[in-house]
Each structure stands twice: as structure tokens, then as C-alpha cells.
């Protein structure tokens, strides 16, 4: 295991140089105690307030996501994606300045929102596969930077996100053609993942080139975590809303492709 980069910020401010200098040279960077307890708490019991969106929580619901349960297979209900606009504590998160002031330093520009979801990942979800974020689309941000905002503490008991530094400098390992790729094991060193071990008001940063994946959840708790993405303003400035249209209709297609119609966005 390489040793984690990690930092503290108490406040609304720009990085440092050498925190700068760190990210861009491995590709993620942890921020400790962002947010107040009293914050989390807020953005806790909304995620159990959606979490009884009966309205909302359907297979044909393209706003939802499922994972299958490790043992029993059981589909379960594992994200909202997009999740601010019926989250208000989850928009507010996402435009704080704690979070914005790191990003400007990043970038060396203003940050745009571009993608927002809200992962629960269950007691027995599956984890993800080694991925990258960065999808070959031709209007995707080279820029995309995720943020996790940690609800409940991550650990790799429960399944927390494990990142490969330094490999975000390689740009793409999959083919660039608009769709998702696994990665093979071989196109990693496993010996250099970092695990994203986080307390509630951590925030994680990571490029969408940065190879990453996330164990099953074996504990008996939830590992619900807020995933806030952006880009640099010089890469399109904002590019939220049509970055969903496109998404939308990608997964209509992708969903017809294995015989399943009718699906819609509530």
C-alpha cells in the first residue's frame, strides 16, 4: 500500500502549492473534517428521508441504480443519480465553498457541477470493478474531478472506494469509444491501491482518470456516501443539464439493447 495523501482543511480556502502538487502528481488527495457533525447529521437524515421515496425507488426509474446482494443475489436499491434535485441538503453540499475553494486551487479555475449522486451501499451490496470514471464521449470533461463527501465512515470492512495513484497520468486504459469498461487487474499494480478510509465530513478528490473499484459491503451497517463531480470552467463551463440529457438517453439505449422498454426519469 502507498502511503495515503491526506491533508486538513478547517476552513474555506485555497490548497497550498504542495497540495496542488501532490493531487496532480497522484491523481486523488483527502481533506479531513470539512463539514460539522451537525452537517452530516443533516445530510444523513435526508438520505434516510429518500430512502423512503416510494415514488421515486423503480426499476424503470433511470434515476435509480441497483447492486445485487454478495450472498443472495437479492436486487437492492443502491443510488439515486442525480440526487440535488430532490435533495436539497445535497445541493446545498454541493455548491459549499469547502468543497469549491479546494477545486478553483486544482484547477486554476472556477468548478462547474456536472454529475451528483447519492450511493447507500447496503450491508452485502457488491463493490465495483477496477474503472475509471472518464467516459469517451465527445462532450465529457477531461477535466472531471469527483468528490466524496462521507456520510458514515469508510473502511475496507464496508466497502470503501480504493484508489490506484499515479495512473490518472496515462490518461484512458480503455478504449475510447462512449461506453463503460472494466479494467483488468493487469493494467494496475495492486500493490500500490489506497484505500479511502474516511470519517463523516471527509472529503475524497479524484481525477476521472484514476483507476479505482470498492470491495462488497461485509459489515452490518450502511456506507452511504455523497458523489459530487465537476469540471473546470474552461472545459465547457456549465454542462450539468446536457450532460444529463445525453446520459438519459444513453441509458434508454442501453437498456433497450437487453430487451427492456418503457423506462423513464422521475
Known amino acids: 500500500m502507498s502511503n495515503e495523501t491526506t491533508t486538513t482543511l478547517p476552513a474555506p480556502r485555497l490548497l497550498t502549492r504542495d497540495q496542488v502538487e501532490r493531487y496532480h502528481a497522484e491523481g486523488y488527495l483527502i481533506l479531513r473534517g470539512v463539514f460539522r457533525p451537525d ?24 434515476r435509480c441504480r441497483w447492486q445485487d446482494h454478495i450472498v443472495s443475489g437479492e436486487c437492492m436499491f443502491d443510488c439515486f443519480d442525480p440526487v440535488i434535485d430532490i435533495g436539497p441538503v445535497c445541493s ?5 465553498e469547502r468543497i469549491l475553494a479546494p477545486l478553483r486551487s486544482l484547477y486554476d479555475d472556477e468548478a462547474h457541477l456536472f454529475k ?12 465495483y ?17 469527483t468528490v466524496i463527501v462521507a456520510i458514515d465512515p469508510t473502511n475496507v470492512e464496508n466497502g470503501a472506494t480504493e484508489v490506484f ?13 462512449g ?14 491501491g489506497v484505500v479511502l478510509d474516511l470519517q463523516p465530513g471527509d472529503l475524497a478528490f479524484f481525477a476521472c482518470f484514476t483507476p479505482h473499484r470498492s470491495a462488497p459491503n461485509a459489515s452490518d ?32 439505449q442501453k437498456y433497450a439493447e437487453f430487451g427492456k422498454t ?5
Do not use: C, M
Open 221 to 252: 451497517g450502511w456506507r452511504r456516501q455523497l458523489y459530487l463531480s465537476y469540471n473546470a470552467g474552461r472545459d465547457g463551463g456549465d454542462r450539468r443539464e446536457s450532460h444529463y440529457r445525453q446520459f438519459h438517453r444513453w441509458l434508454k
Open 39 to 62: 452537517e452530516i447529521a443533516a445530510l444523513a437524515s435526508e438520505a434516510q428521508t429518500l430512502v423512503g421515496r416510494e415514488d421515486l425507488i423503480d426499476t424503470a426509474n433511470i
Open 179 to 192: 461506453d463503460y469498461h472494466e479494467l483488468p487487474a493487469s493494467a494496475i499494480d495492486e500493490s500500490r
Open 92 to 96: 446545498f453540499i454541493a455548491r459549499d
Open 129 to 145: 470493478a477496477l474503472h475509471q470514471d472518464y467516459i469517451g464521449w465527445k462532450e465529457f470533461p477531461e477535466s472531471f474531478i
Open 262 to 266: 418503457g423506462v423513464y426519469f422521475r
Open 116 to 127: 451528483d449522486k447519492l450511493i447507500l451501499k447496503r450491508p452485502g451490496a457488491k463493490g
Open 165 to 177: 495513484p499515479g495512473y490518472h497520468q496515462h490518461g484512458s486504459l480503455a478504449p475510447i469509444d
